[in-house]
């Protein structure tokens, strides 16, 4: 195999090329950096790079170690130990975290190599990573269009073969929705599966951080090095962490799939529509066992999702004044000022708008008619997942309703922004796993093929089955294996 050819493998590909010699960790490094020197250019899908330092860890690496000697990209708002993290704002552009990450720390426990930051929304607030301060990063199917996000840099580099894999985090849809718009994996673990100590927070009782992959086997092989309880995360499951791989390959007959009558709405686009029937029927053919069940609060999800993480990001925001660290203005009269310019410049528009939005509904006079009955209402749709999954096992729906769609299209009209995560906000707020892969394609009106998602829901901790049936389908498509023509 030639080093030109390298990029393309998957990392259960690298693995035994790894172990066996027939290459080193220094040559996939030389490898990743010729593609990425290629792709970039196209693509704009990394903030940062640091080479240097990849191929002084590629030669120091352990090649017994699960992950020995595989590079891993990481989105830019995961900190990394002496590495800028930005979270693609202004007001933490001089920012060099002190610390790694818990899941950057079990990373590299398990042998793999962080190498580079990926761009992504500011904040992470955003489904089109067009709200980066940095760049705006393209979808490598179709450059007209967006990436998804916010973890759309992410998602752009493992679908161009610039990164074997890639971290992201899922704070209403950021990791599964740029996944379908690329047309690769993305797994968002349930709440508390994997620690956020050393993730920037958007919303705390929301984010989750997860992989992003070229195969659903890919993506079981990071999640067995990143899950698990961390004593500096209150909210990570004490829990045991399973091998994820363990259940790859068997058999999916008389596993029990719900398709809610609620995520087959008029609004979705025909050819999603299309690839997803297909899948369902497919998924029939391989034993599963469908039928159609209900989400009644589910029309909520947005209205829920818009009011309670703008809440949290209001308060998790309010660190980023100029004081300890990040963007500080000059030439101020008096600390109002300082707070005020400061915030001002650091922040873009999206960013401000949530920060506006979360502090409304928080306020005095409005926090019961808002936050609160979000509160109630959030309750009321986890409880609609306890008693869906009391009847199947997994649930079915489009992971977007529609395909990427062009630059600019929708940032004018935030609710229609906000709308391309219909169907991926609901996992957040109940807490459970989701995962999106390429079940088809749909054609644009330029005849470019721009990739479908699908998005599989199971309970809590249920990850291995998730990822069960996940790989029983895409082992029974080539979906997979279609890369796009750059």
């Known amino acids: 195999m030639t080093a030109a050819e390298l990029p393309a493998l998957t990392i259960s590909e690298l693995q035994p090329l790894l172990r066996g010699g027939a290459v080193s960790p220094g040559e996939v490094v030389d ?13 704009d899908a990394y903030i940062a790079l640091d080479f240097e330092a990849a191929k002084h860890e590629a030669n120091a690496a352990d090649l017994s170690l699960p992950l020995g000697g595989i590079p891993i990209a990481v989105k830019d708002i995961i900190s990394v130990a002496g590495q800028r993290c930005t979270c693609a ?14 899941l950057i720390r079990k990373l590299k426990a398990a042998g793999a190599i962080p190498l580079g930051r990926t761009n992504m929304d500011e904040f992470a607030m955003g489904s089109s990573t067009e709200n980066s301060s940095v760049k705006i990063t393209l979808n490598p199917w179709d450059k007209s269009r967006v990436p998804g996000g916010s973890s759309g840099g992410s998602a752009a580099a493992v679908a161009a073969g610039a990164a074997f894999g890639a971290l992201g985090t899922d704070t209403g849809g950021s990791i599964r929705q740029p996944a379908a718009f690329c047309g690769i994996v993305g797994l968002k673990p349930s709440y508390g599966r994997v620690s956020r100590f050393g993730v920037v927070a958007f919303a705390s009782s929301l984010d989750q951080a997860g992989p992003l992959t070229k195969t659903t086997r890919d993506a079981a092989l990071l999640m067995n090095a990143i899950a698990g309880v961390d004593p500096q995360d209150s909210t990570s499951l004490p829990e045991p962490v399973p091998d994820y791989t363990q259940l790859l390959g068997r058999e999916i007959r008389g596993i029990r799939i719900g398709l809610p009558k609620e995520y087959t709405t008029d609004g979705i686009d025909p050819q999603v529509k299309a690839a997803v029937d297909a899948a369902v029927t497919q998924l029939q053919a391989l034993g599963a066992e469908i039928s159609e069940l209900s989400l009644p609060h589910t029309e909520y999800a947005v209205a829920v999702y818009y009011v309670l993480a703008t809440a949290e990001a209001s308060a998790n925001l309010a660190r980023f004044d100029g004081v300890r660290y990040g963007h500080r203005t000059e ?6 000022e300082h707070y005020e310019r400061t915030r ?6 999206e960013v401000k708008r949530r920060i ?10 409005y926090y019961d008619a808002f936050y609160l009955r979000a509160q109630k209402v959030r309750e009321l749709i ?14 079915i729906s489009p992971t977007s309703p529609v395909p990427a769609f062009k630059i600019g299209e929708r940032t004018a009209d935030p609710l229609q922004m906000y709308l391309a995560d219909i169907f991926t906000i609901a996992a957040n707020l109940a807490g459970i796993c989701a995962i ?6 749909a054609t644009s009106e330029s005849g470019t093929q721009l990739p479908v998602g699908l998005q599989l829901l199971a309970s809590s901790l249920d990850e291995a089955r998730l990822l069960q049936v996940a790989h029983a389908f895409e082992q029974s498509t080539d979906w997979h294996q279609r890369r796009p023509p750059l």
Not at 331 to 336: I, P, R, T, W
Not at 344 to 349: D, N, R, S, W
Not at 382 to 395: G, N, P
């Open 436 to 441: 999106s892969l390429p079940c088809g394609f």
């Open 331 to 336: 030439g101020v009269a008096n600390l109002v």
């Open 382 to 395: 986890r409880r609609d997942f306890v008693e869906a999954f009391k009847k199947v096992d997994l649930l």
């Open 89 to 102: 704002s202004r007001s933490l552009s001089n920012y060099i975290a002190p610390y790694d990450a818990t």
């Open 356 to 365: 506006i939005l979360g502090t409304y509904v928080l306020s005095s006079g």
């Open 31 to 43: 490898a990743l950096q010729s593609r990425i020197s290629e792709i970039e250019p196209q693509i």
């Open 344 to 349: 001002a410049e650091g922040f873009g528009a």
